[in-house]
């Protein structure tokens, strides 16, 4: 029996959920991987999914842990793709959302079924244990938390190397990896700048927090504009900012959520004093009787591969498919959760990214000049990895780098 | 049979309903005129209701339409009181709302049925026709347009005057009327602004729309801070700024929606002219791609009182009241669509502004010169008008106004 | 020996001196005057000038002062006259400025000139005394302060009533007067924002005052645009900004030069307490390490015309220029300092304005509602009354003004 | 003899010039040069001086360029040294400001002096041609430019090497230097925005420009925040801005100059376009009648230090100053001109970084965290490298990378 891993991904397309609600994706996932012979936990960390796949001398040899993401996207899906998502989900506020598997999670799932599909047809040939994690709510930035307060750790064996990996706008059979800082660190902040509500016509009696919340929306720019060495790398995005019910009441409250991207915690520490002084002191500016309340809604480390065995990946990944095809992709500045299963095991991380653009659509944007403009990126609506050979290599990555320490 | 208005008062604050969603309170004023003998049609302008009171000599006399408005606003409650509303409601984007009777047609309601009784009650003292209008969709500015488009001015008798009124923070007790410009035009704009989304960690390869937004904000102000006689009246508010869904996703666009205030139509195309310079330009300054989309929600006309009619008005307040009850309020900056009954009918209006403030709170915080903090306007979640005496007086207002002209 | 009054007024405007400087200005008045047989103070008040006339009875019948300001602007003159102004002064900092009459007290001297000549001619028709005042300074608004402090009050005959007129863009031949509040209160601030400089290519190791300064100028805009009474009269002006030398330092502070007006001291209160809010608040959000300094350039009280004076002013205006040629020319948010002659003499003011503009260029752009582009207004580099019947109207003015008193 | 470089320095440093007017300079570099026995041409490039040194076979071996910038800066000094400026210059809009050496020139200076003087004593020691540069007006990016233009690069040996360095925060005795971009392009801008002058009571009657720069400058700091990828170096500083005479006159312009800086050509036309659009369309907004004028005051283009000479030039370094003294300083993002001579030249660059800080009092500052705020910046007022071994090293590091081409 073969998984028809093309169909699987089309169907995880079509059917995306958001983060947490991954339960129709880790019920496809445990019937392939029940199928495949193997004992399946679902439901870890709220919908999680784990099987363990032992080599040719159970026991001994050393433990590689792969790890996928499945949660989707509240983005509505313009691809136009004959499997493109007309999926609907509802938030964390109850309202409803269109989904789309904008960031290719859909892709990491159905690589990763194939590399365990692989390793279990060639088991015989390894020695040591992969654990093959399917984890949800990557984009909240919880799922790995969630799992790791589940008991991940202590119930499966301890990994020796956690290898993970992103579909990304490079061309398709590019892999791109880097010793060090691969993924920038990352907050999600909200904020809830408090004003006095009123009618339309009369501001003077009101406290606006709409034009408070616009002063500091452009306020917040200075913070890498000007108070960030410019060689750093600093990000200050104000994804959404919601404010009043209709035009001739002046609402009460603003809200707004940032996400906040640096490349080490002392950055961190440095930007978030910087948002927090400019939040408080807008407010005073607009005479709020009421501080702004700033909450975290969560915390990414930086996702720093290890020198060592990222060096031991980059030559494995050479010798399977050429030195042309193995670039230093430079840091990131998008984030991930993947790093708390290595920080917490004390095991060594190595994520990738790998292709999944036409080769051909992006050496002409290239030639134009026109890469940001053409090739849709993660998290955009038009985001859509050419199906092959993206995900043979997707599985093909996960095999050879997990063989590099499997033997 | 007598209503008791205090209780029905009660009964409709407790049930709020939005703009064109007033059935439960069309049916409490139907079941109140029928009780009282009268032909009433409901479903006028889609939850509008009318009735005709015929005075002494049918068919001789002048015609006096007496209007209200019916309808509650997205505001979550925070009286305490114990009729306060917990109800909630579906705003026409879908959205669930709390609801709040916040700019007190309740009592507008409530008012106009006692003046109705009052009148049935004394039609032998009087000659002509009343028609009284309950109205929906004011806070909309569509519910006067809505029942005109269904035929109120051709099926009723036509209007030799129209008379309405409003209850605000002014000392229970006291009516409030000036001849001219009593309160402002008035247009509701939503702008649509149009960016390109992204992940929150690459902005580079977006137009972030919630920035546009923010600029275009903060650049309306100068309409009025910078373009504006100092001496005249403008209002530019953005009561509602929305756009995007999660802290790292930059939005494809954002949504303002904008109530404009002036005392006349030269200044409104003036001001007008001016939002869409800003609009457009802070588009450009963005390098939107696409030119945002600006559409008009509703238009006000100013509120403009004959001066003849409103002489004998303030006359007639002034012998029932006593001279120090009725005060020149001054133009108001809200807004109000009783006007297009007066204006398509050719008619004089007369619409005045009575008091709900408890007199004694009223004159403490004017002696500390707290008004605007400590009395709850119109469209706060604390609005609140004293019972009595400004239930009585909201009918003797009616009533006293209409006798002027039925004799 | 008569005056020519024209040559006179085109040799003031081409020889403008900025305030307190008006030493040429001074001296030509002195001449004229002493020509007149009048006995001169000169230097009252650094550059102001005084002569008194007595009428057909010395030391009898009322004391009118009659006050007309001298100081020109650092504007570049572009009105194409040939007597436009070249001249250049040397503004309190030192620095070379252009210098212009864009406010007509040329105008003023040269009328004030004319009716003290014609009071002088006809001192036998009228009894009592003229106090004629030439005031330096008013665009500092110090200069009558500098001549009350210079016992300017102590040393002439007390004031039964104060006059004065300002030329203004009404169309030539019409005289504008009202009772109440005729112009603003004003206050000139002076802000200087405190950051940090350093290299231009180093913005994070400074604290960027010029970011600074126009974070707080955009926020000042809310203070007119949010925070103040549709219908009321309030102005926050930044007419002058200025930081660094160069592109690629980042200077260390920034000055922000204001001009607040308001139509009275409880409006006044509250629009500097809001200003030192915004930008006390702005420099913290800035991360300031010093708080902004903020000082008064000057106070000017609100220009209020005594209701009876004004009648009696309105009445004889009626009757010597004809019903029409009187208007209500409404409050106008420019300030003066003439009141301080009134309120520290305790007598009543009457200040009116009038009319330079050609009348039928002033037709035309009214009827193309382009009044405000067309009709250069006062301070414009373009602003020129006609010479005439500006001039010979502007003696009338005071002579007509001034018999109403001294009969 | 031999010249005083320690008094040299101080006397240099206590007679700062301007850009352009380094004629008292000159003159002390020209009287120095001479003693040494050599020919000195003066007023290249307006003020620049130069001279030649050949080493032992005269017309034989390389010629190396060794080059020295000499003006200062309008910076009001607050060192407190006995040796400060107290000297005030006129710049080029005829402003007199203060002068000082705030960026190390006369550092520079003394220190090609010294080398100069080495040189010509060890000449028998090398063979090859040494040209000494002394270049004006580095601050306005024009003098190296100027001097080409003025026939430098065909009057003189044509180089095999240009060699030059600047005097910088790192502690004394360090060496950074890098191969490839050692410093940013950098563009200096003029902006005028044109707004329509006034009354400053009359804000409707005007275009505000200063509103206009306001807002412009809020929205150029969204190319860095949004537009620029966060991993690449970008710069907006608006190092100036001027409007406004008076607090009561609303200006007709408003002036910015800005400082702009890039890695390469291409990001530089991708921000200049940038800033083109923000301006243009703020502008726009504001409802200006005329199009701001932008003009390119300067265009500095990379500092690249060739890889193969900067390797060599290292390796001396760390022969002579042990590998610790010698580090990679990362690239800078302040700008040079120094390369004009260079790449009109078509010879390769080598360009490095001193360190003229006080070793404990950096390593005290870098262990606090507060090396930005307690360590004086190059264009600070308290900018003041120590005297030695600061000025000695600036020395050997000439002669040292200059040997390492002459033998």
Redesign the interface.
């Known amino acids: 029996m073969s998984i028809d891993l093309e169909s699987l991904y089309r169907d995880l397309h079509r059917h995306p959920e958001l983060s947490f609600q991954e339960t129709r994706t880790a019920g496809v996932i445990v019937r392939h991987l029940t199928e495949l012979g193997l004992e399946v936990e679902e439901g870890v960390g709220r919908t999680g999914v784990v099987t363990v796949v032992h080599g040719s001398a159970p026991g001994e040899g050393p433990v590689v842990w792969l790890r996928a993401d499945m949660d989707a996207?509240?983005?509505e899906e313009r691809t136009g793709l004959d499997y493109a998502s007309t999926a609907r989900g509802v938030?964390p506020s109850?309202?409803?959302?269109p989904v789309m598997h904008a960031c290719g999670h859909d892709m990491h799932v159905a690589a990763l079924l194939g590399a365990v599909e692989r390793l279990v047809a060639t088991r015989e040939e390894w020695s040591g244990t992969v654990v093959a994690v399917f984890q949800p709510a990557e984009?909240y930035g919880a799922g790995s938390r969630a799992m790791i307060s589940d008991g991940v750790l202590e119930r499966y064996p301890k990994a020796d190397i956690v290898l993970g990996q992103h579909v990304t706008p490079l061309p398709a059979g590019i892999v791109g990896v880097r010793p060090g800082t691969q993924m920038?660190a990352?907050d999600?902040?909200?904020v809830v700048l408090h004003g006095r509500?009123?009618?339309?016509?009369?501001?003077?009696?009101?406290i606006?927090p709409?034009?408070m919340?616009?002063?500091?929306?452009?306020?917040l720019?200075?913070?890498?504009?000007?108070?960030?060495?410019?060689?750093d790398?600093?990000?200050?995005?104000?994804?959404?900012?919601?404010?009043?019910?209709?035009?001739?009441?002046?609402?009460?409250e603003?809200k707004l959520?940032?996400?906040l991207?640096y490349p080490d915690d002392e950055a961190r520490d440095r930007v978030l004093e910087?948002v927090e002084?400019?939040v408080?002191?807008?407010a005073?500016?607009?005479?709020a009787e009421q501080t702004p309340t700033i909450s975290t809604?969560h915390t990414l480390p930086p996702t720093i591969n290890d020198e060592d065995a990222t060096a031991r990946v980059t030559a494995a990944f050479e010798r399977s498919f050429g030195q042309d095809s193995v670039v230093d992709p430079?840091?990131?500045?998008?984030?991930e959760d993947v790093s708390w299963f290595a920080r917490d095991a004390g095991a060594p991380l190595v994520f990738w990214f790998w292709g999944g653009v036409d080769p051909q659509a992006y050496a002409e944007a290239e030639a134009a000049g026109t890469l940001?403009r053409d090739i849709p990126?993660?998290?955009?609506?038009f985001f859509a990895p050419v199906l092959q050979p993206t995900l043979s290599r997707g599985v093909d990555n996960l095999v050879v780098a997990a063989r590099e320490f499997l033997g």
């Not at 600093?234 to 609402?251: D, F, Q, R």
């Not at 005073?284 to 005479?287: I, N, Q, T």
């Not at 430079?330 to 984030?335: I, N, R």
């Open positions: 996207l509240p983005v938030d109850g309202t409803e959302v984009e920038a990352s999600g902040l909200s509500g009123g009618h339309g016509s009369r501001p003077q009696a009101t606006d709409v034009v919340a616009a002063a500091t929306v452009m306020r720019q200075t913070i890498v504009s000007r108070e960030t060495d410019p060689r790398v600093a990000v200050v995005t104000v994804g959404s900012i919601h404010a009043g019910l209709k035009n001739n009441i002046i609402p009460a603003a959520e940032l996400s991207r910087k002084r400019i408080r002191a807008e005073m500016a607009s005479g809604d430079g840091m990131f500045t998008g984030s940001e990126t993660n998290h955009s609506p």
